[in-house]
């Protein structure tokens, strides 16, 4: 509660006491080091929780043996608590036990390159490279660059960042894509359809080979169509502004009137009944006036018996009367209050109307609309072109559609309709606009047959039972086709290693195949 007091500004506390501005800034400042103290508490808690849930999770990485996990939870909670003994220690168990797991990782890739398992050397390697930067295993790791996958090589590349590495990732990515694309020797007239109009397929390698399959596109019988319909349309205009009445004066002038009649007839029951209440205080007075001489005389000492007696009646019906009076009065003092409340609000609504018929005008302006028909031109254009395809002695053939419409008329200034003129392609510019139908229609096509390719991968991996080649053929479907993911089949690559060599090590197969895009 503010007030002012000799010109400066007081506060009343609670007790009633004045305060001073300086003990008001005073008092602020205090509440302001409490808030601080309040974020600050909320912040330590925050980082305490996140403390406790990074060494929780750290510890069950440990005694699950995933001490690759281990050491990263390690690390995130001691950026957190630098203080805590307990997890530099366990951390130092974590490492060491990740090192141990390195060994028996490195001489399984030795074995694996001696006995020319490529692809798991490769991988082997790659995870060895990503922890520990071995210089001999980096060189073995190179030498297998021009085989089969990069999937530990993409490891390093999240995790180091290296230059040299990123630009052997790169090459291995473009070598390996290109080796898994379905090769195709495409045979087509580039003046028809584009002379890059199968680049940026993914998964296609455009190229000429005893591998590649034979693929020719041709374009025949073309037909053309050429209509013209005319047809009316019609359109609504504003043909012109016409003053009419304001409904909304209208309805306030009528309001007043009715409420002029209700405030008239209103006044005249409340005369009534206030020339009703002067009348009955008038008896009233009148009563207690008898009442009272009534009173005195039975006063008197030297009063007969029958004259006292007709005085006691009489006083009797004069109270009487009174009761009488004073209930009709009383009745009389509530119509009147209902009637005057009534004759209140009866006023106050009249005044109200007065007041919006002073804001509205008398007469709005309405838009008037008409109908205008005209007459509308048509011309349709179509051109169909017969998309042959021939594949190891298979003809396909399907028909690709250009159509295109365009409207003419003559000017209308009433509706703001100006000339125009309907445009008709050349039979050259249907062709071209056909041709680019058509190369559509054939990338589709293509983009089938990849599919069929990868699906074919697929079902090679599914009939070979070595799990040595069950990898190669894997990793090969995750880098054919459009790459779409396959999280089942990401899960058997990582299970393929962690059945062998333990769970010390992620491999998150999506991302690491997608660090780079190949060139096309």
């Known amino acids: 509660m503010y007030e002012r007091y000799n010109s400066k500004l007081h506060i009343v506390s609670k007790t009633g006491k004045l305060m001073k501005k300086e003990s008001l800034n005073k008092l602020l400042s205090y509440r302001s080091i409490g808030r601080l103290v309040l974020i600050v508490s909320f912040a330590s808690t925050l980082a305490a929780c996140a403390h406790q849930r990074h060494t929780g999770q750290a510890n069950d990485y440990l005694q699950q043996g995933r001490y690759e996990l281990a050491v990263r939870e390690y690390q995130q909670a001691l950026k957190l608590k630098s203080s805590n003994i307990d997890n530099r220690q366990r951390m130092k168990i974590a490492q060491a036990e990740l090192d141990r797991w390195l060994a028996k990782v490195r001489a399984g890739a030795d074995q694996a390159y001696d006995h020319q398992q490529l692809a798991k050397a490769l991988l082997l390697y790659g995870k060895i490279v990503q922890l520990q930067s071995d210089p001999q295993s980096l060189g073995r790791y190179q030498q297998l660059l021009d085989q089969l996958t990069l999937l530990l090589y993409g490891k390093i590349v999240q995790l180091q960042s290296d230059p040299q590495s990123l630009g052997r990732y790169q090459q291995l990515l473009d070598q390996l894509t290109r080796q898994h694309a379905l090769k195709v020797n495409l045979h087509y007239d580039p003046l028809l359809m584009g002379v890059n109009f199968a680049d940026n397929l993914q998964g296609i390698d455009i190229q000429a080979g005893q591998n590649a399959v034979d693929i020719v596109i041709a374009l025949t019988d073309y037909q053309s169509t050429n209509d013209y319909l005319e047809s009316v349309q019609s359109q609504e205009y504003l043909s012109g502004i016409e003053t009419l009445?304001?409904?909304?004066?209208?309805?306030?002038?009528?309001?007043?009137?009715?409420?002029?009649?209700?405030?008239?007839?209103?006044?005249?029951?409340?005369?009534?009944?206030?020339?009703?209440?002067?009348?009955?205080?008038?008896?009233i007075e009148r009563v207690q006036l008898t009442i009272t001489q009534h009173t005195s005389a039975l006063a008197s000492e030297n009063l007969q018996p029958d004259k006292y007696a007709r005085l006691e009646r009489a006083l009797g019906k004069a109270l009487q009367s009174k009761v009488g009076f004073v209930a009709k009065r009383e009745e009389n003092q509530r119509a009147l209050d209902k009637y005057q409340r009534r004759y209140h609000h009866a006023e106050h609504d009249l005044n109200e109307a007065y007041e919006r018929l002073a804001d509205l005008p008398p007469t709005v302006d309405q838009e008037v609309f008409d109908v205008y028909s005209y007459m509308l031109g048509t011309l349709r254009q179509s051109m169909s072109v017969d998309v042959l395809i021939e594949q190891q002695g298979r003809r396909h053939i399907q028909t690709a559609m250009f159509s295109r419409s365009d409207s003419e008329h003559s000017g209308h200034p009433a509706i703001g309709l100006s000339d125009k003129d309907a445009i008709e392609l050349s039979s050259r510019q249907m062709r071209a606009e056909a041709n680019k139908s058509a190369a559509t229609l054939a990338r589709i096509y293509l983009q089938e047959q990849r599919d069929a390719h990868r699906h074919i991968l697929a079902l090679k991996r599914q009939r070979e039972t070595h799990?040595?080649?069950?990898?190669?053929?894997?990793?090969?479907?995750?880098?054919?086709?459009?790459?779409?993911?396959?999280?089942?089949?990401?899960?058997?690559?990582?299970?393929?290693?962690?059945?062998?060599?333990?769970?010390?090590?992620?491999?998150?197969?999506?991302?690491?195949?997608?660090?780079?895009?190949?060139?096309?």
Do not use: M
């Open 245 to 283: 009445v304001n409904p909304n004066y209208l309805y306030t002038q009528n309001r007043i009137g009715e409420n002029r009649v209700q405030v008239k007839k209103l006044r005249k029951k409340l005369k009534r009944y206030q020339s009703r209440k002067r009348s009955l205080n008038a008896a």
């Open 467 to 520: 799990p040595a080649e069950q990898l190669e053929l894997a990793v090969g479907y995750l880098l054919a086709g459009d790459q779409s993911r396959d999280a089942t089949l990401e899960s058997e690559v990582r299970l393929y290693l962690s059945r062998e060599y333990g769970v010390a090590g992620e491999f998150p197969v999506h991302h690491l195949l997608n660090l780079y895009k190949p060139a096309q």
